[in-house]
């Protein structure tokens, strides 16, 4: 069965740094997010992202964030300079189709740890 | 926006027992209600999603409701195993939106 691939699963980061995190969707998937999820909370949505733009973001998403898809297959998430609270689980995720609700399926996440 | 709500946060059950989940939202436009599974340390994955056209959907041990008009939609897992020990977090979205989370419910099965 086809996967979402999160490289790299963990990712140590001095505060300051820009820490960039990659996510290969599933092939013929058109829908794309990343969700954050701090030590025992739950799952927060950062950014969808379709057609080569973003379509939706939350408030966590800030000046800080970036996501781009710089060819076919990748899907990153940029995080400019990187803040204590940013340590976290962030979760890439994709979907067929997002206006008939198409399941999501995750990836298994990227630890990042801020120091 | 969308706000779900999830009860209980924990749920402690004897092997073989039923567990139920229970949660609310508050948008009546949301019809579409994912539940993940997520293991320690693991991806939260998909084990059953049920959309607003139905009341009711079932596969083998688990199963899920909703009630529209009461916006809330339970998870029901019957004849519990130790491997379903596990953070349960329910979803809700509306066509062309994202999915919003309610806190998770942390499962414990007991031998």
């Known amino acids: 069965e086809p996967e979402v691939t999160q490289t790299p699963s963990h990712q140590v980061t001095q505060m300051g740094q820009e820490v960039i995190l990659r996510c290969v969707p599933i092939?013929?998937?058109?829908?794309f997010y990343w969700y954050r999820q701090i030590l025992g909370q739950k799952v927060e949505f950062l950014v969808s992202f379709y057609n080569n733009e973003i379509s939706e973001k939350s408030e966590i998403f800030d000046d800080q964030f970036s996501v781009e898809r710089p060819d076919g297959s990748n899907f990153t998430l940029k995080i400019r300079s990187t803040k204590l609270e940013d340590s976290a689980m962030y979760f890439c995720?994709?979907?067929?189709?997002?206006?008939?609700?198409?399941?999501?399926?995750f990836g298994d996440g990227t630890r990042l740890s801020i120091l | 926006g969308e706000n779900v709500e999830q009860h209980p946060s924990t749920l402690s059950v004897q092997e073989g027992d039923s567990a139920v989940i229970k949660c609310t939202y508050s948008d009546s436009a949301s019809n579409y209600f994912p539940w993940y599974k997520q293991e320690l340390g693991k991806r939260p994955q998909l084990i059953i999603d049920?959309?607003?056209?139905?009341g009711e959907k079932k596969d083998q041990r688990i199963a899920v409701t909703l009630n529209k008009t009461a916006k809330h939609f339970s998870l029901h897992i019957t004849e519990t195993q130790p491997e379903d020990s596990a953070v349960y977090f329910c979803a809700a979205s509306y066509p062309g939106s994202t999915l919003t989370f309610g806190k998770g419910t942390m499962l414990l099965v007991s031998p």
């Open positions: 995720a994709s979907n067929l189709d997002q206006g008939n609700n198409q399941p999501q399926h």
């Open positions: 049920i959309r607003s056209n139905v």
């Open positions: 092939s013929n998937h058109l829908y």
